[in-house]
């Protein structure tokens, strides 16, 4: 089945930092989705980009699908923004998503 | 709009109960998927219905798990015997369509065997 990478696995930020979180994936998409996991558990969907580029506030997202790859950018970092991110494909025929291990990010005041 | 909504929230029980999960997708949505979360295994899908009719189960880790989607707006997922090693958090989410939709995650149920 396709596989998922995601970099960094932690990532550590002073408050108003940037930074660029990695999801590779090992075959063709037709469904990309970045969530945001909470302290409290909850998956918040942050964009579902399967291609191209979108923005929404601090945060932005691009798919490159033919190097099969996508980048979530976070901007001016706030503690909030703390949690588990993840990125998570389905394949070409495929309603299932495929989770990525995750980026587990701090950002300290 | 209401999301996806998931009961119980938590549920504790012992080794060799039967356990049930519930799930109400969002109004509209005919494609419903429930996946678990573990430390070791990460996120993974369990089995998705569309239409009510289930279409892929092939995550479904063993016999003593089972769903069911009697019509659009109910699912449930029910162990029995449970095991310790089945203490996880099960997710529902929901997306419109057959082919390849955003999913929206419920808030999940935490569940622990003892």
């Known amino acids: 089945g396709i596989q998922v990478e995601q970099s960094p696995p932690d990532l550590i930020l002073q408050e108003g930092a940037n930074s660029t979180l990695r999801c590779n994936f090992s075959?063709?998409?037709?469904?990309l989705q970045w969530f945001h996991q909470n302290p409290w558990g909850q998956l918040i969907n942050l964009f579902y980009i399967p291609s191209g580029t979108k923005q929404n506030g601090r945060l932005s997202a691009t798919t490159v699908a033919t190097e099969r790859y996508s980048l979530l950018y976070i901007s001016s970092s706030q503690t909030t923004d703390s949690g588990v991110y993840f990125c998570?494909?389905?394949?070409?025929?495929?309603?299932?998503?495929?989770f990525g291990t995750g980026t587990r990010l701090l950002v300290s005041p | 709009d209401a999301g996806v909504i998931q009961s119980p929230r938590h549920e504790v029980t012992e080794m060799g109960q039967e356990v049930t999960l519930r799930c109400k997708p969002i109004?509209?949505?005919?494609?419903l998927f429930w996946y678990r979360q573990t430390m070791m295994r990460g996120l993974e899908l369990l089995i998705y219905?569309?239409?009510?009719?289930?279409?892929?189960d092939s995550g479904m880790p063993e016999d003593r798990f089972s769903a069911k989607m009697p019509n659009a707006s109910f699912s449930t997922l029910k162990i029995q015997p449970s095991e310790p090693r089945d203490s996880a958090v099960y997710f529902c989410a929901s997306s419109l369509g057959r082919r390849a939709y955003e999913q929206y995650f419920g808030p999940g149920t935490r569940l622990t065997v003892t």
């Open positions: 998570a494909v389905g394949s070409t025929g495929f309603q299932k998503l495929v």
């Open positions: 075959d063709s998409v037709n469904n």
């Open positions: 219905f569309n239409n009510n009719v289930p279409i892929d």
């Open positions: 109004s509209g949505h005919n494609s």
